[in-house]
């Protein structure tokens, strides 16, 4: 009887320390699927980004106080630091889950490491924001090829520089209709002013 009640403990406590462990293990059981690649490619929370940045920057990043429009089920931002200095930039990334039309993208970068936009040769048209500063709009197409099917796709972007830094506000061009140019400098205007 000793022998079976042991037997029956040892398989008891197999199945149960298994169960345990396995539970334990997946740390990452909490985590949406639809954000999982980002994850794995560096992205976290917009706030924790934001942190990292400033602090590898040494300087105050502020985000822009509005956003578009339309509804973001998932929020995410990765700081990248590039160890020349060459490269350093803040992503977010603004996205639904069941609508990949609402995508909207924020890139920021250190004014010293701005992107030269006046070689690029595409149609641009010029804003004057409210401090006196220019903003560029332009438009990025491509063919996008989903699900066998082909449609027309791309961002609306918008460029200008406040506060010693570089912000790019690109939105998906399937909802531009949604926002429009004009929606995209509001959004820019709302970045506050460190003077």
């Excluded at 400033?54 to 509804?71: A, S, T």
Aim: net charge negative; hydrophobic share 35%.
């Amino acid at each position: 009887m000793k022998r079976a009640y042991l037997v029956y403990l040892l398989i008891f406590s197999f199945f149960t320390a298994n169960i345990y462990v396995h539970a334990t293990d997946n740390t990452q059981t909490d985590i949406p699927p639809f954000e999982k690649p980002y994850l794995e490619i560096g992205f976290k929370s917009v706030e924790e980004a934001l942190k990292e940045c400033e602090i590898h920057n040494q300087r105050e990043l502020h985000l822009p106080i509005k956003l578009p429009p339309v509804q973001f089920t998932h929020h995410l931002g990765r700081c990248i630091k590039d160890k020349n200095n060459h490269n350093d930039e803040l992503n977010i990334e603004y996205l639904h889950e069941a609508h990949g039309e609402y995508h909207y993208m924020i890139d920021i970068r250190p004014i010293e490491q701005r992107i030269n936009i006046t070689k690029f040769k595409r149609n641009k048209k010029l804003y004057k924001l409210s401090d006196g500063s220019h903003a560029i709009y332009f438009t990025t197409k491509r063919i996008l090829y989903g699900g066998g099917s082909m449609f027309n796709g791309g961002f609306n972007i918008l460029v200008f520089e406040k506060n010693g830094w570089q912000y790019w506000l690109a939105i998906d061009t399937r909802i531009e209709n949604q926002v429009t140019a004009d929606i995209l400098v509001e959004i820019a205007e709302s970045v506050i002013s460190d003077e």
